[in-house]
């Protein structure tokens, strides 16, 4: 069973949070098919959060197809996130150290290098919302 | 659904002086409701007219369909804790247990042990020997042994430690997770609620600013940065609640009740429950801030 | 809502009963002595109006006495010291005391330690109303203060009998004397006590309610209290029954002179054929029934005026008869006692109940939804005890 924690600085909404966590449990292969999500009484006193919240981010991970409630037993994990076999990730990995190699050499520092790919990052994806 | 909590015009004065004015809420069942606001701003007087400790100056309020107080059966179902927490300090945890009993005919005798259990109190113990966080909890079982619908919190975590208030408020939420109760606590302490609560009530200088669940008040407010721009401006479709200029940028936190189109000048961002809070408490001490501005000028 | 009155009020209740045992032990190994001296004595059997004498021997030897008899009797005091004057005073002084006590320790803190602590918040929402809560505690703390009270009063009464008696008949000794209108022993014999206990408590309550805090109302319920306590027998009692009124021979009352800035007047000490009655008024009057403002200058004593306090000689008592002059005097004789009892009682009892409805009042229920034009008029007990913001 996983546990959820919550970091309120980061900006991001709680029930998000959770979900990215199931999201990154599932790709790193702790959560599988048919394991049993945390009770929303226990995460919900864990971290000393609205029950609502928890609900909310499991509403959405079953409309997401990622888990499924059963009544009076717990919710459950249906889906599995293919975020790409392993294989696919290393012909990728082998791209960016490339790019981070000729950052780099083109004078950004650690900083730059962030910006460059955070606001790069975040304008392609509001570019594939639009 | 019946509103938990139904106010119209509800107004207290004492002393001459209007502890809460012009109080109209309904607030729905089933959520955790955080009333905020600063010390003396009408929370606790709010909190007092819904249990019946205090009876209104104008207006009227409801809680669960039925006047506060109003006999046996209407106390039932409502679960209060007070601030400070006060218990019997002669009277041992157990003893408090039966006084629960003997005041409750609906008291759930199992789950209050359970509780006491689970938190580890030991029933021999003179209540007047526990901690702060100790007393918070003997007195929470109290008001959930009744098995109450709604349960009324008047700051139960402001002068508790850290840790103590980290384990009232899981164990608070763990409780509202099993048992089907909506909550009503105050506090000013911004960063407790936004934990916890879905429901947001800001009183300012003893009205009410604004009410809503959180969801929908977080997507109806936006943070609008950019070039510095006159202190006067509205962009379109949007109600200023805060504004701040320096010589370069204004920064402003407006309400928008539906979409908005604007300048594309300005950069629109997400509002912290913790940002808006402030902003309306701003904007109340602004607001009477230029009322006694105003007196003074009329009378020079 | 009774096991929590019960339970808060456990320890009091341990330390009233004790006390009204300890008192009872000490009465039960002092009365058997008390009992042999009293059938001892010819007083017993004396009936009649001229027992004084038998009476005054009877407590005389009282006054000397030891609980087992003769010099063996155990010595609890020190040598000079009686043991039964100072049981006898104990006694009057607890009864005396008791609803003052019990007004103050048991009826004050009653509301106000609660309000002050803040456990009423905690009490007034479970699932008991305020005027429920307040009526169980009235009704059985008080009942409790009134039976401590009526304890002391019904041991005093039962062991102190033949004193009584004695007092009655004209009999004085030390502490033993005045009868049963003296001040001290009317409110403490009878049913007088109970009125008391109520209405001290009552009182307490009450202080409680409206000041808020529990050390402020004791003081302002014992002060109110004594002032009560002073005021009643001094001017209220005399007037809750119509006296008698008598006219008899001057030295049959065994009047003594007092001079008053030039007006003499001449104080009855007895009512002849109403032995321990108690006297209000008296003063010389003439043969028309006139008040005399002077005495006839024939009937000064040999010696020269009367001095002050002193009794009739029996010459001057014959002159003035023939004078016309004799003594009137307003009294409430024994016959009347339980009526003033009675009486005084009713009233104490009906001021418990109307502070008491007071306090049930004003600690009541919410008055809510009022409209808008009268809802300012009525004040409503509670607010200003909850905090304000």
């Not at chain 2, 046996?72 to 945890?93: H, I």
């Not at chain 2, 139960?156 to 430690?161: E, H, I, K, N, Y």
């Not at chain 3, 049981?87 to 019990?102: E, K, S």
């Not at chain 3, 009490?123 to 009270?149: C, D, E, H, I, P």
């Amino acid at each position: 069973m996983i546990e959820f924690h919550l970091d309120y600085r980061s900006g991001v909404a709680p029930y998000m949070q959770l979900i990215h966590q199931v999201r990154q449990a599932l790709r790193l292969g702790l959560l599988r098919k048919g394991d049993q999500l945390p009770k929303v009484k226990d995460v919900a006193a864990g971290l000393a959060i609205n029950p609502n919240t928890v609900l909310k981010a499991y509403r959405e991970l079953e409309y997401e197809g990622l888990a499924a409630a059963r009544p009076g037993i717990g919710t459950f994990v249906t889906g599995t996130l293919d975020g790409g076999s392993l294989a696919a990730h290393q012909p990728l990995r082998r791209e960016l150290l490339r790019w981070l190699g000729k950052a780099r050499r083109a004078g950004l520092d650690d900083e730059s290098i962030e910006a460059l790919f955070v606001s790069t990052f975040r304008s392609a994806s509001e570019e594939d919302i639009a | 659904m019946t509103a938990v909590i139904a106010a119209e015009g509800l107004g207290k004065r004492y002393r001459g002086k209007w502890a809460l004015t012009d109080c109209t809420l309904s607030i729905p069942a089933g959520h955790v409701v955080g009333l905020v606001g600063l010390n003396g701003a009408g929370k606790t007087t709010l909190l007092n007219l819904a249990t019946g400790m205090l009876a209104p100056t104008t207006g009227t309020i409801e809680v669960l369909g039925e006047r506060p107080a109003a006999g046996p059966a209407q106390l039932a179902r409502v679960g209060y804790l007070s601030q400070d927490a006060p218990v019997y300090a002669g009277l041992s945890v157990g003893d408090h247990l039966e006084l629960g009993a003997h005041l409750n005919p609906g008291w759930d005798a199992a789950l209050a042990r359970d509780r006491i259990d689970q938190l580890d109190l030991d029933p021999r113990r003179k209540a007047g020997k526990l901690s702060g966080g100790q007393r918070a909890q003997l007195a929470l079982t109290l008001a959930l042994g009744k098995r109450p619908e709604l349960l009324i919190l008047d700051e139960p975590v402001a002068s508790l430690d850290p840790l103590a208030r980290r384990e009232f408020l899981q164990d608070l939420m763990g409780t509202v997770a099993e048992q089907e109760v909506s909550v009503v606590l105050s506090s000013h302490l911004i960063s407790d609620l936004e934990r916890v609560c879905d429901y947001l009530i800001v009183l300012a200088d003893s009205r009410v600013r604004i009410a809503g669940p959180v969801d929908e008040l977080l997507s109806a407010h936006h943070l609008l940065s950019g070039p510095r721009r006159d202190p006067d401006t509205r962009p379109a479709g949007c109600q200023v609640i805060s504004a701040s200029h320096t010589d370069r940028q204004s920064t402003l936190l407006v309400r928008a009740d539906g979409p908005v189109v604007l300048d594309p000048a300005w950069t629109v961002s997400e509002v912290r429950l913790e940002d808006l809070v402030l902003a309306y408490m701003k904007q109340a001490a602004g607001r009477s801030d230029r009322n006694r501005n105003r007196h003074l000028e009329a009378l020079t | 809502m009774i096991w929590l009155t019960w339970r808060q009020f456990r320890a009091q209740a341990v330390t009233a009963a004790a006390a009204v045992a300890a008192f009872a032990t000490l009465l039960a190994i002092t009365e058997p002595r008390l009992a042999s001296l009293y059938t001892g004595s010819g007083f017993a059997g004396c009936r009649g109006g001229s027992c004084a004498g038998l009476a005054n021997a009877f407590l005389g030897q009282l006054s000397n006495a030891t609980p087992f008899g003769g010099p063996q009797g155990f010595r609890l005091l020190p040598a000079g010291t009686n043991l039964y004057v100072t049981v006898y005073a104990v006694g009057l002084l607890l009864i005396l005391i008791a609803p003052a006590i019990t007004g103050v320790f048991w009826g004050a803190p009653l509301i106000a330690r609660e309000l002050e602590t803040g456990t009423s918040r905690l009490t007034w929402n479970q699932s008991v109303t305020r005027t429920r809560w307040l009526t169980v505690k009235l009704a059985l703390v008080g009942a409790a203060a009134m039976a401590v009270t009526e304890a002391f009063s019904l041991l005093q009464a039962w062991w102190a009998a033949p004193i009584s008696r004695a007092t009655d008949l004209g009999g004085s000794v030390s502490v033993f004397s005045g009868g049963r209108f003296s001040p001290f022993v009317f409110a403490t014999g009878g049913i007088a006590p109970l009125g008391y206990a109520a209405f001290g408590f009552a009182l307490g309550v009450t202080a409680g309610l409206l000041i808020r805090r529990a050390v402020p109302a004791m003081a302002l319920t014992l002060a109110v209290f004594a002032a009560v306590q002073v005021v009643v027998p001094l001017w209220v009692r005399p007037h809750l029954f119509p006296p008698d009124a008598a006219i008899a021979a001057v030295e049959s009352t065994h009047a003594t002179f007092s001079d008053f800035s030039g007006a003499p007047t001449l104080s009855a000490a007895v009512v002849p054929g109403q032995p321990g009655a108690w006297i209000l008024a008296s003063g010389a009057v003439n043969a028309a029934g006139q008040p005399v403002t002077a005495l006839p200058a024939a009937c000064g004593p040999a010696s020269g005026t009367p001095t002050a306090g002193s009794a009739f000689g029996s010459d001057l008592g014959r002159c003035l008869a023939s004078h016309g002059i004799r003594e009137s005097v307003s009294y409430q004789p024994v016959s009347h006692y339980w009526p003033l009892q009675l009486v005084e009682t009713a009233i104490f009892l009906a001021l418990a109940l109307a502070l008491a409805g007071f306090c049930l009042w004003r600690l009541g229920p919410p008055r809510l939804n009022s409209r808008p034009a009268e809802a300012s008029q009525r004040a409503v007990g509670v607010e200003a005890t909850v905090r304000s913001e």
